[in-house]
């Protein structure tokens, strides 16, 4: 029972993680229809960021609100200077962009931070907490909490704002959109600009646990995207859904199979998705009439 329970909290941590960075593909996705590879890098940004202001001798929670600043400023400039100067490009030229953007956000952390694993004090300390046997981690509750602070925040911005109901109406039909007056192209920047402030929450509160370095994010990208897809692509609800249930995968292959399966669990889960429901869990297959 304790190994279930260790396996549990575990799997449900990181698949907050991989939820939050589903979120942020779900958000970039709906609102211009373009996977965003970069996702990761976001979230290492939020880590490596914090890590290194804290050096520098800034407070932490200082440095934490700097760095996701940082994150939504470099998000709107991926938007600015790669996404919108390549508008009406196919969807493949598009994800080839942001995989070099990629390329280049994992090059520019290594020169400007340098290629060591960092990690951040625990928010509430390090003394494990005791239940049912398990040793829990304070983190882990602050990631679970944070992640669903994260989840009814967005909720309430796009069920109860103006501005919400605008990226609504944006991702459900842009042209449409821009006939009744909204600025789509901003509503698509402020996406991705959201999108990397998530990444790099995630990032600052999964650091303590995980650690961080400039190569991170690719394989958060990794599954983040798998988490995406095995929820439903575009369907927010199924990106926390697809998130935990793909922690839950890890952290039971790892500890009831070997460790060594554990980064395998994302690149079966796309497979299994794209052959048995290339719709996701709650996604709904479309039909066309010609």
């Excluded at 042209?175 to 929450?201: K, M, P, Q």
């Amino acid at each position: 029972m304790a190994e279930f329970v260790q396996f549990l909290f575990s799997g449900l941590t990181v698949g907050a993680v991989y939820a939050l960075v589903a979120l942020g593909f779900t958000l970039i996705y709906n609102a211009s229809d373009v996977i965003n590879f970069a996702q990761g890098e976001f979230v290492m940004l939020g880590g490596m960021t914090t890590v290194f202001l804290g050096l520098a001798g800034i407070p932490l929670p200082l440095a934490a609100l700097l760095a996701v600043i940082f994150a939504m400023a470099v998000g709107l400039a991926l938007h600015r200077f790669a996404i919108e100067t390549a508008r009406g490009a196919n969807a493949v030229s598009l994800i080839m962009i942001t995989i070099g953007a990629s390329i280049f956000l994992r090059g520019a952390a290594q020169v400007f931070f340098d290629k060591q694993f960092h990690t951040l004090p625990a928010f509430f300390g390090s003394e494990p907490i005791r239940f049912v046997g398990a040793a829990i981690l304070p983190q882990s509750l602050v990631v679970l909490a944070g992640a669903v602070v994260i989840v009814v925040l967005l909720w309430t911005f796009i069920d109860r704002t103006l501005l919400g109901k605008a990226v609504i109406a944006t991702a459900v039909n842009r042209l449409a959109a821009r006939l009744v007056g909204i600025d789509t192209r901003r509503i698509v920047g402020f996406s991705f600009a959201i999108s990397a402030a998530i990444g790099a929450v995630a990032g600052i509160l999964i650091t303590p646990i995980t650690l961080t370095n400039y190569d991170v994010g690719t394989l958060l990208a990794l599954k983040g995207f798998a988490a995406a897809m095995l929820g439903g692509m575009g369907i927010a609800a199924g990106a926390v859904i697809g998130g935990l249930v793909l922690g839950l995968l890890e952290a039971f292959a790892a500890g009831y199979l070997s460790s060594q399966y554990k980064d395998a669990v994302a690149f079966l889960v796309i497979l299994t998705v794209l052959f048995v429901m290339p719709q996701g869990l709650l996604g709904r297959a479309k039909v066309e009439r010609v």
